[in-house]
């Protein structure tokens, strides 16, 4: 239950004056539906003016406020822009232009005669100075000359950045004071100000800690939620399981396991013989063998008498997974069985009775597999794949169908760099596979420009009259204003009028039983070619695709090439991806593509993927990214969250926990940044 100290900051946003109905929504596409909400949107930048006594103290693109008195209006005589003519304290002149219906609102904010405050940044118009779109008019004549900084909020269509400065101004005032969750020789070292102090300095721009002081809050938060998740484990009793290895030994593999693969089996096996439920990460890169490591933990526990689940995030993935297992468990006696949301009747009856009976080893599923009907006889061993596609309740869900806690193995194919890794699996113990088994080709890797597209259609059509197959990624579903961003849509109609039926759409809009179909006849080589945005982008396995063409490949993060590249290179043939390029690259676009040219090493491209990218997006998925912070900047997360990480240990293993004072505080910490899982763990552990 969230602490009463925090009941004012979760009120709905129409507590607030001003909020109704119909300004709630555009905030809600912003995620701001609560106080709390809009307390912590930050601004993105803050604009400095320079209030001047007239024209002669500025310079052309400054941002000033200045005093003007209206001597003129000039409606335009077609479709230009409105112009008021304006006049400062030293005769000079100046233009206040306006575009469109902002016209309207200049009319009566401007009279003619009538002194107003005008902020906005001093142009040149041919002989002329001008203001577009002035940011504030006012008749205010109280306004402070010298430097006025003021906060730039991110906005969503129907918001205004005067309405948003308002209500921001509403809930700060509105914030409680709160007890110090920060221990008190790092509060004194960074100087950081008080959380009250802090949040309101972050909106004014006149104190750099605090923005600091708030991302440590929020990492630190993380950091001790999920440090509780492994203390809570660590208090569950498992099933400790110890494989006999004759299940094992009857594993007809077509290759030697990598000493990698060697390396975090036995990390594993040791994990799984522990009474304390296993809680480890294996990170491999794309084709690097996660699937053998996998397989080889279930069958410790089918050895030990238990059963094992395998969760994949998509109906496509679990039952290419089954497929996959299904083919290396030949000649073991190991029944195996798959569950998605599509089975129903006595087939999905049969599944269940086995799963509940014994007699049915291993399942592989989607999330039906942790529905309430789905009963285990002896659940000891859980394995997640896409790990980041599940949060930890629904991890939690699958844990409790275990007459004792599972043991779990999580599976990620995206590299994470060294500084993520902490953030988004501290609980977790980690594997890594940082070597391809041998044999496994490159893939030739080739830049583009747009300009040759039709010598790229034409390469297209010769590849794919030899049999093989294609896929061809878009990043976008549906035209934008831009005229040159490259539809899915779009894309799919012009290769399909070349190619025929041969070619197949996938993209995240269609309805998941059209998506599955048009990746099923790919997958069955009806499609020679798929046409698709990053759907694809995790798990798709079709070895005679051996072409990869990603069009604007420059919108793309690093990682999110590296795992689009990885589709193709998955069977005997010769291998390549093409990366068509736009003619405009910016020096960040640059020394990507230069770089998917040259390694083919997803750990070293996660780690140029967070240098390139600094404070922006990173990693995959969307190109947004997968870490869960909204406030922590990558560069915030890599210089504090060690610190946060520490802090953390040092509150669990020196001051009380939760129970002490300072614990006290950390549980409101919790609740407020919404890591209460951590909490409900504590209790319920």
Not at 148 to 168: D, F, I, M, N, W
């Amino acid at each position: 239950m969230r602490p009463e100290a925090l009941h004012s900051l979760f009120v709905e946003v129409e507590a607030l004056e001003g909020v109704g109905p119909k300004l709630r929504k555009p905030l809600e596409k912003l995620g701001l539906t609560r106080i709390r909400d809009i307390a912590y949107h930050l601004p993105d930048r803050f604009v400095e003016r320079r209030a001047i006594a007239n024209l002669d103290e500025a310079s052309v693109g400054e941002n000033v406020i200045v005093a003007l008195t209206v001597r003129e209006h000039r409606a335009p005589g077609g479709r230009g822009p409105f112009r008021v003519v304006a006049e400062d304290a030293a005769g000079n002149i100046c233009t206040l232009t306006y575009f469109g219906r902002a016209s309207y609102s200049a009319k009566k904010q401007l009279p003619v005669g009538e002194l107003r405050w005008v902020a906005g940044r001093l142009d040149q118009y041919g002989q002329m100075l001008q203001i577009v779109h002035p940011e504030h008019v006012s008749p205010d004549a109280s306004t402070p000359l010298g430097q006025l900084c003021e906060a730039v909020y991110p906005l969503s269509e129907g918001l205004t950045q005067g309405r948003v400065a308002a209500l921001v101004a509403q809930a700060v005032k509105a914030l409680p004071e709160l007890p110090e969750w920060i221990e008190p020789g790092l509060l004194g070292r960074t100087g950081w100000p008080a959380w009250r102090e802090a949040l309101t300095a972050a909106h004014r721009g006149v104190h750099a800690a605090a923005r600091d002081r708030l991302a440590y809050d929020e990492l630190f938060a993380n950091a001790l939620a999920l440090m509780l998740v492994r203390e809570s484990n660590r208090s569950q009793r498992g099933t400790p399981l110890a494989g006999d290895g004759t299940l094992r030994a009857r594993l007809r593999l077509p290759f030697a396991l990598t000493g990698a693969q060697a390396r975090s089996i036995r990390e594993i096996e040791g994990d799984l013989a522990q009474p304390a439920p296993m809680l480890r990460l294996l990170q491999g890169d794309v084709g690097s063998g996660k699937t053998v490591v996998a397989l080889s933990a279930m069958l410790i526990a089918v050895e030990a008498g238990a059963q094992a689940a395998l969760l994949a995030p998509t109906e496509i993935l679990a039952r290419q997974h089954y497929e996959t297992l299904s083919r290396m468990l030949q000649g073991t006696g190991v029944a195996i069985a798959l569950l998605t949301g599509r089975d129903k009747g006595r087939a999905r009856e049969a599944i269940l009775i086995g799963l509940l009976d014994g007699s049915i080893s291993i399942v592989v599923g989607t999330h039906a597999i942790f529905q309430d009907a789905v009963a285990y006889r002896n659940l000891a061993l859980v394995v997640i794949d896409e790990q980041h596609r599940f949060g930890v309740g629904q991890r939690l869900m699958l844990a409790r169908k275990g007459r004792r806690t599972p043991h779990t193995l999580a599976m990620t194919a995206t590299p994470i760099p060294r500084t993520l890794t902490l953030a988004q699996y501290g609980e977790m113990e980690v594997s890594k596979l940082d070597e391809l088994p041998p044999g496994r080709q490159a893939i030739d890797t080739r830049v583009v420009a747009v300009e040759r597209m039709d010598d790229v259609i034409g390469a297209l059509a010769r590849h794919v009259a030899t049999g093989q197959q294609a896929y061809w990624v878009c990043p976008m579903v549906n035209e934008s204003e831009t005229d040159d961003l490259a539809a899915a849509e779009a894309r799919y109609a012009a290769l399909k009028a070349r190619f025929g039926d041969g070619v197949a759409l996938v993209h995240g809009q269609l309805r998941p039983e059209a998506k599955d179909a048009a990746m099923e006849r790919f997958a069955r080589g009806e499609a020679g070619l798929l046409v698709a945005t990053t759907v694809i982008e995790v798990g798709v396995d079709v070895p005679n695709a051996t072409l990869m063409v990603i069009e604007q490949a420059e919108r793309f993060g690093l990682a999110q090439l590296h795992q689009l590249r990885g589709r193709v290179g998955r069977g005997e043939g010769k291998s390549t991806c093409l990366l068509l390029r736009g003619a405009q690259l910016s020096e960040t676009a640059r020394q990507r593509l230069a770089l998917m040219r040259e390694t083919q090493d997803g750990f070293r491209l996660a780690e140029e993927d967070l240098q390139l990218r600094g404070g922006g997006e990173l990693l995959g998925t969307r190109q947004s990214g997968d870490t869960p912070f909204r406030i922590a900047t990558l560069d915030q997360i890599t210089k504090l969250l060690p610190l946060a990480h520490d802090d953390a240990r040092l509150l669990i293993e020196r001051d009380g926990g939760l129970a002490g004072p300072r614990g006290e505080a950390a549980r409101l910490l919790l609740y407020l940044f919404e890591r209460d899982w951590g909490v409900q763990l504590l209790r319920s552990g």
